[in-house]
């Protein structure tokens, strides 16, 4: 008889042994549960990351894996976004409004010095 989770088909001696689980079955569980219990994994922290944390003392690393956001709280942030984007837009606008000017007289003044 096969294992109907994992397709093992157990030898004689493991049926023999009275087991109601698959020994395959129960071997993976055993490996999973000592991985887990073995201590969290360890990854090599960014740098700028490691100077960061240096000021703070007992501060640790979090990295944001899922935000749960309802539809409606995502529409309206994204409206606010947008609505507060428009006055760098006005403010860039100018700046490039008075490069223009700069550049239009600038080669004005120059336009009439060649004639």
Partial sequence: MKCSK??????MAEIQSGSSECPNCARLA??????IHAGPVRTKVNPAVKDA???YEGAQAVVVVDLQMSFNSMVWFMVKWVLASIPAFIILFLILA???AVIGFSGGLFGAFFK
Avoid: D, I, M, V
């Avoid at 055993?30 to 991985?35: I, N």
């Fill in 53 to 55: 944390l240096a000021g």
């Fill in 30 to 35: 055993a490996q999973r549960t000592a991985a």
């Fill in 98 to 100: 008075a490069l223009a």
């Fill in 6 to 11: 994992c397709g093992y088909e157990p030898t």
